[in-house]
DNA sequence: TGCAGCATTGAACGTTTGGTCAATGTGAAG
DNA sequence: CTTCACATTGACCAAACGTTCAATGCTGCA
């Protein structure tokens, strides 16, 4: 039975929804016009009928998953912490934690960013993704160096920054293809051990 | 024109060749098996009938990336390096040098990786694989925490070998999207600055 | 030389894909 | 109520896919 109006927007978000539900459970690679249609309960045609192509449905998700995923949010509870480094390392924790908590998310991401590889458009997007991510860390790197300055002499803001991106993405990697082994405790323990200890005794 | 026979393990590591080629160019996505028949000069029939399915190929062709590309030697330039911590070092930068020389093989993996989201022998594969990789930083990391048992009070072997490969892997994340914009020295410098200088302090 | 066994070929098949389109129903305007 | 713009449907298409298979040539052995 063809009708059943509704508004432009509401309709994009249904069918992106859909297509989110199917990517995360089933990977990019059965996002499929019909299997987000079957979804949403809606005609194949009418998923078309809006998105005109898979391509632009596709980016259309790209940019769904980026404005609800990596986006790095340093709230109030994090932000109040008065030694820098612990703010670093509660930051750290925290974009951890993620990892564990949305694992289909995150999921997603690295499916779009392994696509990257051989699709131009969608690798800019990724790209620009990490560099906003990266930008994010650069005021607390940037606090964590000025408190200490002696110590971490010759490390920039930006090399700081980029390090810890890595390592947390280097967390995702091992993560998301093996939720079950994967330690946050460790990791921090040994992160902690590396850089926490001398800088609590000098800020103490 | 039928015929022109070879030895059964010619063929397939002919065949094996091309479908590197093929998906360490274009991507999994684009690894068929007409495009394997047509890179490596042979009939679409004659790859199924070496490999039988598809899947058994994409088998065959993970194995031998495993095999080629994420081994870690530890030479002997690195072994014989005397003091713990710049032995890691450079192999960290050693790691990091790959990333940068071997993109192609590279993505190829870190494609079969994110492939490993949704198919569960790829996952168990790659799992594996990064626990060996893991594994193969134990005895230099053992060696480093040996070296200066206070500094590194409470961090474990297999802590710091975790999270030297996140660091590495969360790199190659960066340096597969941003070929251009990856700036090893800069990592480098930041690690050293963040790990390096005392302990080069504490030895001489 | 002739034969048997197997590697090799390419056409063919069934399925799934992204995309098109005439037909149809819906909701608002007049 | 009629009309009209348009959202919606599902059948349909061509292309590409994995896989099958009868036919065809090699090659080593008798």
Redesign the interface.
């Known amino acids: 039975m063809p009708g059943q109006k509704a508004s432009e927007a509401e309709r994009q978000i249904q069918i992106l929804k859909a297509a989110y539900d199917v990517a995360s459970r089933?990977?990019l690679?059965?996002l499929t016009v019909r299997s987000v249609a079957q979804r949403a309960k809606l005609s194949t045609g009418l998923v078309l009928f809006h998105f005109t192509t898979k391509a632009q449905l596709i980016t259309a998700l790209l940019d769904y998953v980026l404005e609800t995923t990596t986006v790095l949010h340093v709230t109030g509870d994090i932000t109040d912490i008065p030694v820098a480094l612990d703010r670093l390392l509660a930051l750290l924790r925290r974009e951890m934690n993620r990892l564990a908590s949305e694992p289909r998310r995150i999921?997603l991401f690295?499916?779009f960013?392994?696509?990257?590889?051989?699709h131009g458009r969608i690798?800019s997007k990724?790209?620009a993704e990490?560099d906003r991510y990266r930008e994010a860390f650069r005021p607390i790197a940037h606090d964590v160096l000025q408190a200490e300055p002696e110590r971490?002499?010759?490390?920039?803001p930006?090399?700081?920054s980029?390090?810890a991106?890595?390592?947390?993405?280097?967390?995702?990697?091992?993560s998301?293809?093996?939720p079950q082994?994967f330690d946050i405790e460790?990791?921090l323990?040994?992160?902690?051990?590396?850089?926490g200890?001398?800088a609590v005794g000098a800020t103490t």
């Open positions: 089933k990977g690679d059965a999921r690295f499916d960013w392994a696509k990257g590889f051989t690798r990724m790209q990490l971490f002499a010759g490390v920039t930006e090399g700081l980029a390090v991106v890595s390592f947390i993405k280097g967390c995702a990697v091992q998301m293809i093996d082994g460790e990791y323990a040994a992160t902690n051990g590396l850089l200890q001398l």
